[in-house]
């Protein structure tokens, strides 16, 4: 049974910085595609970044420059370093893994941005 597990989000004033980890566990199974979305309170799951098993990433407009997610395949991890954080960021961010046969999920990890 593949289990994610999220760590580092907090609270942060504008301006900071956070890091996201999260890593699979329970299998050696191979990941694919990787992704990071957050849902704010009252709106729907959205998409921040995403990366490929080869390293090729995506990012919301709204990110881009300010958040950087990367991958080690050797520990089925992925990261998202954010930084310039906006009160606008203040969501619960959750890790997807697609495997070869399913889609998994980490639990969410709270991140909320002061102004």
């Known amino acids: 049974q593949v289990q994610l597990v999220e760590s580092g989000g907090g609270l942060v004033q504008a301006g900071g910085s956070l890091r996201l980890s999260c890593a699979a566990s329970?299998?050696?199974?191979?990941?694919?595609?990787m992704a990071w979305y957050r849902q704010a309170s009252g709106k729907a799951r959205e998409l921040v970044a995403s990366?490929?098993?080869?390293?090729?990433?995506n990012y919301a407009d709204s990110v881009k420059g300010r958040f950087t997610i990367s991958r080690d395949n050797a520990k089925n991890a992925v990261y998202l370093q954010m930084n310039s954080l906006r009160p606008e960021d203040t969501a619960v961010y959750y890790c997807?893994?697609?495997?070869?046969?399913?889609?998994?999920w980490g639990q969410g990890t709270q991140v909320t941005v002061s102004s």
């Open positions: 329970g299998s050696s199974l191979s990941i694919n595609s």
């Open positions: 997807e893994m697609i495997g070869p046969l399913n889609v998994y």
């Open positions: 990366i490929t098993r080869s390293g090729i990433t």
